[in-house]
């Protein structure tokens, strides 16, 4: 069955430095991929997509990149804020409707 | 613009008792609807999705079910709950296969 993995269940870094985020998929070939944010007591934001064509996204300070040879996506947040800190989920879509998430990385960007 | 509303914000109940939860959007027509259940530092299990009125497909047999009475209305029941039960409870929409749209969930203990 689709599996995903997020390599990190925690994460913390300091300020000003980039966060990177792993994502791993397995028995699949998503035709894109998602990430999202959550924080504490509240439902998933999206943030970007990725499609199998394209190998990198970037939105603001996001940067989001897609290997489909090693199955893998890489969620980069650069000069990383406090705010940043959520949980970060990535997803990915399973035939037309059906949505597999990750379990997602817990950040923490200390001041 | 659109909005998507889940009630009630947090629920406590006795193992047994019945259980319903409901979600509704507004601002846009023929969503896909879906039912995620988050236990405690976990991922999102998805638990059912719609495509349209009256069409509900079922990711994990358990003693919930759901139903799509109208358009951009989707309830989530339980005729006897467990403990397992217990988790946060979030409705999503999106149109096709593209960003999902959280609710602000349902926060319920099976005691």
């Known amino acids: 069955s689709q599996k995903i993995e997020q390599n990190s269940e925690a994460l913390n870094i300091q300020e000003g430095k980039t966060a990177t985020l792993t994502c791993n998929y397995t028995n699949y070939s998503p035709a894109y991929l998602q990430w999202y944010r959550q924080d504490p007591g509240r439902g998933p934001v999206f943030l970007l997509l990725i499609r199998e064509n394209e190998k990198e996204k970037r939105k603001e300070r996001l940067k989001v990149t897609f290997d489909t040879t090693l199955k893998q996506s890489l969620f980069h947040i650069t000069a990383s804020q406090p705010a940043d800190s959520a949980t970060y989920l990535c997803?990915?879509?399973?035939?037309?409707?059906?949505?597999?998430f990750g379990t997602g990385t817990r950040l923490k960007v200390l001041a | 613009s659109q909005t998507i509303h889940q009630w009630p914000a947090t629920l406590v109940q006795p193992v047994g008792s019945p259980l319903s939860l409901e979600c509704t959007v507004e601002g846009t027509s023929n969503p896909n609807l879906y039912w995620y259940r988050q236990a405690a530092g976990r991922g999102l299990q998805l638990l059912f999705y719609s495509v349209g009125i009256g069409q509900i497909s079922s990711e994990v047999p358990q003693n919930l079910s759901a139903s799509r009475p109208q358009d951009r209305q989707f309830i989530l029941s339980s005729k006897k709950l467990l403990l397992s039960d217990s988790g946060f409870y979030l409705c999503?929409?999106?149109?096709?296969?593209?960003?999902?749209?959280f609710g602000p969930g349902t926060r319920l203990t099976v005691l």
């Open positions: 997803a990915l879509v399973s035939g037309t409707y059906k949505y597999i």
């Open positions: 999503a929409w999106s149109v096709l296969a593209d960003t999902q749209y």
